[in-house]
């Protein structure tokens, strides 16, 4: 198990790697849709999946034994967690910077 500055994270560093690629997967996809304000809603976006992924893996994941496990990370609860801690942090900071989910054409 991975342990970082004497705490048991509860996961392989493989799996805390799926976590992070995932989340930055997350973030960019936050980034890539609709009309971005600054270059900083992706990356947070990004976090907030990262720790919405860990508390749902590992609150969630222990709960019950659904989806799949690998390396102690729940995954089916870890994405549900990231999806849905990542939206609702990108929809705060889009909505804080007037930015939007459409994607408007601009003149030329």
Known sequence: MLELFGWDVGMSTYAAILLVLGAILLGVIAHIIGDVRTGWEGPV????????????????????????????????????????????????????????????????
């Open 45 to 108: 976006a990004a976090v907030a999946a990262l720790i919405g992924g860990y508390l749902g893996s590992e609150a969630f994941g222990t709960f019950s034994t659904w989806g799949v496990a690998f390396e102690g990370l729940y995954v089916l609860p870890a994405l549900i967690g990231g999806l849905v801690l990542g939206f609702v942090v990108d929809a705060l900071v889009r909505y804080a910077t007037e930015g939007s989910y459409v994607s408007h054409p601009s003149p030329i």
